[in-house]
């Protein structure tokens, strides 16, 4: 913590014992509905990137080349990456000064429109280039939102915790990501079921493609209604309370960060690196090398069956979150971190071992046991790592600056580890083999060790501090 910091006088150590103006499951319950549907949305879009997109917004202007329009529609993927720093410098702006509740409403509101509205998108072949234009407009809207988003729900969390009980009350919003998933994922595959669309035999000639796609979108307005209903009966956390009533709020939290912090803002961007590179390897881009064809590169599986795998996997990292709270709660967050990062790194280095087409390719397709055993065991470490994410980068600020100084480096870290990962993944397996994948995992888990050695512990902060001005 920088050295411009004061602790507010009559604050409570930990911040755990402070009273709640409402039930504490309330506050659970707000963090993880809230990032559980702006997760949803934002990996809806993934899955359609990988799936659909390529297919209508990029066939055209690939001049039907598959692997440039895949290509494509992963460089839109990467534009809500770009936006999710600004929305965490706007929406930390207000949730440093406004306060927490209103901020986490509107990003929930941000992230749903652009949603709803990608879902009634026109394509290529109906409006031309204007068609991809628009999704990446949209697709950056959404990057916005959940640049708002992550962060205060995090501190929702963190700032209502019992002591000592930090990392256990901020795994519940992590949780948001791996139940997102499977709801964006479950859907999918209900309706490619529903439908009878299967991507190897079907290509683009399909209803699923046509129009079926969009009912996931679509049916996002529902789903925002819900947490917006669930986040208004909330209160200010006691934490930023207390700030509001001693007049310790900042004017410029952006500045004050920069200024003040900008060795956490280091620390925390490559702390976060590794989380965000394994994840979208793990979603994302094994999605498309396991359905891509195999004169492509891929290993050639259908969509609905290699959804059937991921959701099995998803399970692994929904099961490791809680247990990384406790860890972290247990043993400190750098200690618990630094092993789980090193294990990443020898995760890493096996990934030829895994995935090569000689190995996984069978006479009857891929090998679902393999498959599963690699997304199970990539899924464990994600959730291991992934946990206390919440609690580590908002106990590297001060109250009156955190929305803003924590939320900026968990999205300049999506910038390096998630918006170029997928694309880079792609490349290194059309350039070299799958086992140079697995080398830039490891890679970022070295800079993450790196950085973890470098960090101080902050299992036992007290959140009251503030930035002195």
């Not at 001049?63 to 534009?79: P, R, V």
């Not at 925002?224 to 310790?248: C, H, K, S, Y």
């Not at 004050?256 to 900008?262: G, H, S, T």
């Amino acid at each position: 913590m920088s050295a411009d910091t004061t602790t507010v006088e009559g604050s409570r150590p930990d911040d755990g014992t402070a009273e709640l103006g409402v039930p504490r499951r309330r506050v659970v319950i707000a963090s993880l509905v809230g990032t559980s549907i702006e997760f949803y949305d934002f990996y809806i879009y993934a899955t359609a990137a990988v799936s659909v997109f390529p297919l209508i917004f990029f066939a055209g202007a690939a001049d039907g080349n598959e692997s440039t329009a895949l290509l494509a529609s992963m460089a839109t993927f990467g534009a809500a990456f770009v936006a999710r720093p600004l929305g965490s410098i706007i929406f930390g702006h207000f949730g440093d000064v406004i306060g927490r509740k209103v901020t986490l409403i509107g990003s929930l509101l941000t992230m749903g429109i652009a949603t709803f509205l990608i879902g009634c998108l026109p394509t290529y072949f109906q409006i031309g280039l204007w068609a991809p234009v628009m999704l990446t407009i949209l697709r950056f809207c959404q990057g916005l939102g959940l640049g708002g988003e992550w962060s205060g729900a995090a501190l929702l969390a963190t700032e209502t915790a019992k002591e000592g009980k930090r990392a256990w009350a901020a795994m519940w919003p992590q949780l948001g990501a791996p139940i997102g998933f499977m709801l964006a994922n479950g859907l999918f595959l209900i309706l490619v079921v529903a439908f009878g669309y299967n991507s190897v035999e079907h290509g683009a000639d399909h209803v699923f493609i046509d129009w079926v796609w969009r009912l996931p979108f679509l049916l996002s307005a529902v789903m925002v209604a819900v947490g917006m209903w669930v986040r208004v009966r909330l209160e200010e956390t006691p934490v930023f309370q207390r700030a509001i009533d001693n007049d310790q709020r900042v004017k410029a939290p952006i500045s004050e960060v920069f200024k003040r912090n900008w060795w956490e803002l280091i620390l925390g961007t490559f702390i976060m690196y590794a989380t965000y590179v394994l994840f979208y390897l793990m979603t994302t881009w094994i999605l498309s090398y396991a359905i891509g064809r195999r004169e492509s590169g891929g290993l050639g599986e259908s969509y609905n069956e290699f959804l059937v795998l991921q959701l099995i996997g998803i399970l692994f990292f929904a099961a490791f979150v809680p247990v990384s709270g406790l860890l972290a709660d247990r043993f400190g967050r750098r200690p618990t971190l630094i092993v789980i990062s090193a294990l990443i790194v020898v995760f890493g280095l096996t990934f030829g071992w895994w995935l090569s087409p000689e190995n996984m390719i069978t006479d009857d397709g891929i090998s679902a046991m393999r498959m599963v055993a690699f997304l199970m065991v990539g899924m464990a470490l994600m959730g291991l790592t992934f946990g206390p994410m919440s609690a580590v980068l908002p106990e590297l600020f001060p109250t009156n600056t955190r929305y803003t100084g924590s939320g900026v480096a968990y999205n300049v870290s999506s910038i390096l580890g998630a918006a170029l990962t997928p694309f880079i993944a792609a490349w290194l397996v059309q350039s070299f083999d799958v086992s140079y994948v697995g080398y830039y995992l490891s890679a970022a888990a070295v800079l993450t060790t790196l950085a973890l050695i470098l960090a101080p512990e902050t299992k036992t902060r007290n959140l009251d501090e503030v930035t002195i001005r």
